[in-house]
């Protein structure tokens, strides 16, 4: 950056604070091909994996890692010039990032929607059709799993991009261990609907795990405000990292901590704990720890910062967006038996749908942001 020459008038006047683009973080792009494999394993699990059951067994807790890590990531980059920042770039950067890749997966996603229209009510079918392509299903216990499986998801994500600028503007604490406190404070919060839930029982379920179906059950698994503690906790990580100097020895204390009671728990403590709390964000703590942790230079932000994985990591949305109805479909048509590959199913059809979410990525999802944000964007926010 060119330094500016100094004159009366400049000196009169106050200059604008600066930014710079703020360092990547590989190893948590790393982290995120992790999470989107035991997310995809969880919800289709091959056989003869019984040494990793209990990981992908409990895959639903990865997806508040996700949320958490969105929060991390946005005020780790927007946190030192929100005042600054325009709504209209930040929401169209957003747009670009989520929305194309988005319609792509609806529009792949027309055969399960015919299917939605035989099961569904003729008034759910034309709410949920209206309410899909605009990201509110997530609003509806019911409809939040309308036609793209996992796109709830995505309709809590925007709910958060929304608030995003605002929370931002709140007074936060300048103090790392104030943060730090502010963190847990948070966490404890965001536990106390699922833990009412847990002790009220208002579905009146015998037993409450992956397969149980209630309202207000899926309230708390698939609505966008239980979900809203976890982003603010990653919002706060991100401040932390900002406000917090931590040695790299800290920061592999804290990563290796984290690996460890993260497998720890899902092998010797998950069957025993509560599934509503695990849900709702109970391994929070250590999900953090861990993004603290791999923000730094020791083995394990080595480990998930190899390029492979940081490569695989960038095309996560789209491999999220098409694991589910992708691989659904392809057993309904039953893909491996048309190509010959049935011997080496499910993981052929894993590889293949990794390999087509990969190239979507590539060749569609990067140049559609791109196309979005030159054409609809100012050219500050374009770049």
Same mark, same amino acid.
């Given at each position: 950056?060119?330094?500016?020459?100094?004159?009366p008038?400049a000196?009169?006047?106050?200059?604008?604070? =600066?930014?710079?683009?703020?360092?990547a973080?590989?190893?948590?792009?790393?982290?995120?091909?992790?999470?989107?494999?035991n997310?995809?394993?969880?919800h289709?699990?091959?056989?003869?994996?019984e040494?990793?059951?209990?990981?992908?067994?409990h895959?639903f807790?990865f997806?508040g890692?996700?949320?958490?890590?969105?929060?991390f990531?946005?005020?780790?980059?927007?946190?030192d010039?929100i005042?600054t920042?325009?709504?209209?770039?930040?929401?169209?950067?957003?747009?670009?990032?989520? %929305?194309?890749?988005?319609?792509?997966?609806?529009l792949?996603s027309?055969?399960?929607?015919?299917?939605?229209?035989?099961? =569904?009510?003729?008034?759910?079918?034309?709410r949920?059709a209206?309410?899909?392509?605009?990201l509110?299903?997530? #609003?509806?216990?019911?409809?939040?799993?309308?036609?793209?499986?996992?796109? #709830?998801?995505?309709?809590?994500?925007?709910?958060?991009?929304?608030?995003?600028?605002f929370v931002?503007?709140?007074?936060?604490?300048?103090?790392?261990?104030?943060?730090a406190?502010?963190?847990?404070?948070?966490?404890?919060?965001?536990?106390?609907?699922?833990g009412?839930y847990?002790l009220?029982?208002?579905?009146?379920?015998?037993? $409450?795990?992956?397969?149980?179906y209630g309202?207000?059950?899926r309230?708390?698994?698939?609505?966008p405000l239980?979900?809203?503690?976890?982003?603010?906790?990653?919002?706060?990580?991100?401040?932390?990292?900002?406000?917090?100097?931590?040695?790299?020895?800290?920061?592999?204390v804290?990563?290796?901590?984290?690996?460890?009671?993260?497998?720890?728990?899902?092998?010797?403590?998950?069957?025993?704990?509560?599934?509503?709390?695990?849900?709702g964000?109970?391994?929070?703590p250590?999900?953090?720890m861990?993004?603290?942790?791999?923000?730094?230079?020791?083995p394990?932000?080595l480990?998930?910062g190899?390029?492979?994985?940081?490569m695989?990591?960038?095309?996560? $949305?789209?491999?999220?967006?098409?694991?589910?109805?992708?691989?659904q479909?392809? =057993?309904? %048509?039953h893909?491996?038996?048309?190509?010959?590959?049935?011997?080496?199913?499910?993981?052929a059809?894993?590889?293949l749908?990794?390999?087509?979410?990969?190239?979507?990525?590539?060749?569609?999802?990067?140049?559609?942001?791109?196309?979005?944000?030159?054409t609809?964007g100012?050219?500050?926010?374009?770049?």
């Amino acid at each position: 950056m060119t330094e500016t020459i100094s004159t009366p008038a400049a000196e009169a006047t106050p200059a604008a604070p =600066r930014t710079t683009r703020k360092p990547a973080l590989p190893a948590l792009t790393g982290v995120r091909t992790f999470l989107a494999a035991n997310i995809m394993l969880f919800h289709f699990t091959p056989p003869h994996i019984e040494w990793i059951t209990p990981v992908v067994g409990h895959g639903f807790v990865f997806v508040g890692f996700f949320l958490l890590i969105s929060g991390f990531i946005l005020s780790y980059n927007y946190g030192d010039r929100i005042r600054t920042l325009k709504l209209k770039d930040f929401y169209l950067a957003r747009v670009a990032r989520l %929305y194309p890749v988005y319609l792509v997966s609806l529009l792949i996603s027309i055969p399960v929607l015919m299917e939605e229209f035989h099961v =569904r009510t003729r008034g759910e079918f034309v709410r949920g059709a209206i309410m899909t392509p605009l990201l509110l299903q997530g #609003w509806s216990p019911w409809l939040a799993t309308f036609w793209n499986t996992v796109a #709830w998801t995505l309709s809590t994500e925007a709910f958060l991009y929304v608030i995003f600028p605002f929370v931002m503007r709140w007074r936060w604490p300048e103090r790392g261990r104030n943060l730090a406190a502010l963190g847990l404070a948070i966490w404890i919060l965001g536990l106390i609907p699922h833990g009412i839930y847990m002790l009220t029982n208002p579905d009146g379920l015998p037993h $409450l795990d992956r397969y149980s179906y209630g309202y207000y059950l899926r309230g708390l698994k698939f609505t966008p405000l239980p979900y809203v503690c976890t982003f603010l906790v990653g919002i706060v990580l991100g401040r932390l990292h900002g406000v917090r100097e931590m040695s790299e020895r800290v920061r592999a204390v804290l990563a290796f901590a984290a690996v460890a009671g993260i497998v720890g728990f899902l092998y010797l403590a998950a069957d025993h704990t509560s599934y509503i709390l695990m849900h709702g964000g109970l391994l929070t703590p250590l999900f953090a720890m861990l993004i603290l942790g791999v923000t730094g230079r020791n083995p394990i932000a080595l480990f998930f910062g190899w390029k492979p994985f940081v490569m695989v990591g960038e095309a996560t $949305l789209c491999i999220y967006l098409l694991h589910f109805n992708g691989l659904q479909m392809m =057993r309904d %048509y039953h893909l491996a038996e048309k190509l010959h590959y049935t011997a080496f199913d499910p993981w052929a059809s894993y590889v293949l749908l990794w390999g087509f979410a990969y190239l979507l990525y590539v060749f569609y999802e990067n140049p559609a942001r791109k196309w979005v944000l030159a054409t609809f964007g100012t050219k500050k926010a374009a770049a």
